[in-house]
C-alpha cells in the first residue's frame, strides 16, 4: 500500500531555515509528480509547490517562490522542501502529496502523507 | 486567481439523511475539481477528481457534478464516520491551485 511519511518539522525561528522529507513507498516513486500542501492551524489548504516525476519540472505558490525548493531524489524515494527565510505566516503542517496520474502531473492528490508540523516562532 | 467559495460554511445533518455541498468558482474551471474529505487530525483523502469520478476505493453514496462556475458533491445516505470537512480544490489553470475554505458536516 502506499505510504508517503514527512519529517523535519520543528520549530524554527523567523528568517532561519528548514528542509522537510517525504520517503515514499507502496508504488514507483519515480512515475508520479509530488507535491507539498500546507495547512495553518485551524485553517484550510494551500497548495505550495509540485515537482514533476522526473524532477525536471518544478512550480511554487507565489506565497512562497524564492524562498522554499522543492526537490527530489528518486533514487532515495523521497521528496524534499528547502525552506529558507521562514515566516510566522509559514506555520503550519505541511503535508506531501501523491499525483494521480504518472508522468505529467494532474493536480490532484490521491495520496497524502500525515503532516509534519512546522512553527515559526521567536 | 480563482476563488473557490463552499457553502454552506456548517451543514449539520442526521445519519441516514442527503447532503448537498456547493463549490462555486470566480470563473470557469470546465471539469477540473476535486473533492476532499478530512477528518480532525487526519490528512484530507480524495474523494472526486474531474468533478464526477470518484476517487479508488469511495463509497458509491459519494457523488460530484456540475462544471463550468457550479459544483456539487452529494453523500446520499450519510454514514457515522461522513461527518467531518469537505474541501473542493481546482487545477484549471495549474500551477495556480487554490482550495475552497471548508464546509463542515456535523450531525
Known amino acids: 500500500q502506499v505510504q508517503l511519511v514527512e519529517s523535519g518539522g520543528g520549530v524554527v525561528q523567523p528568517g532561519r531555515s528548514l528542509r522537510l522529507s517525504c520517503v515514499a513507498s507502496?508504488?514507483?516513486?519515480?512515475?508520479?509528480?509530488m507535491h507539498w500542501v500546507r495547512q495553518a492551524p485551524g485553517k484550510g489548504l494551500e497548495w505550495v509547490a509540485v515537482?514533476?516525476?522526473?524532477?525536471?519540472?518544478?512550480h511554487h505558490a507565489d506565497s512562497v517562490r524564492g524562498r522554499f525548493t522543492i526537490s527530489r531524489d528518486n533514487s532515495k524515494n523521497t521528496l524534499y522542501l528547502q525552506m529558507n527565510s521562514l515566516r510566522a505566516e509559514d506555520t503550519a503542517v505541511y503535508y506531501c502529496?501523491?499525483?494521480?496520474?504518472?508522468?505529467?502531473?494532474?493536480?490532484?492528490?490521491?495520496?497524502w502523507g500525515q503532516g509534519t508540523p512546522v512553527t515559526v516562532s521567536s | 486567481e480563482i476563488v473557490l467559495t463552499q457553502s454552506p460554511a456548517t451543514l449539520s445533518l442526521s445519519p441516514g439523511e442527503r447532503a448537498t455541498l456547493s463549490c462555486r468558482a470566480s470563473?470557469?474551471?470546465?471539469?477540473?475539481l476535486a473533492w476532499y474529505q478530512q477528518k480532525p487530525g487526519q490528512a484530507p483523502r480524495l474523494l472526486i477528481y474531474?468533478?464526477?469520478n470518484r476517487a479508488t476505493g469511495i463509497p458509491a453514496r459519494f457523488s460530484g457534478s456540475g462544471s463550468g462556475t457550479d459544483f456539487t458533491l452529494t453523500i446520499s445516505s450519510l454514514e457515522p464516520e461522513d461527518f467531518a470537512v469537505y474541501y473542493c480544490?481546482?487545477?484549471?489553470?495549474?500551477?495556480?491551485?487554490?482550495f475552497g475554505q471548508g464546509t463542515r458536516l456535523e450531525i
Open positions: 502529496a501523491k499525483d494521480r496520474q504518472k508522468a505529467a502531473a494532474d493536480y490532484y492528490f490521491d495520496y
Open positions: 507502496g508504488f514507483t516513486f519515480s512515475s508520479n509528480g
Open positions: 515537482i514533476s516525476n522526473d524532477g525536471r519540472d518544478k
Open positions: 470563473q470557469s474551471v470546465s471539469s477540473y
Open positions: 474531474g468533478a464526477s
Open positions: 480544490q481546482q487545477r484549471s489553470n495549474w500551477p495556480l491551485i487554490t
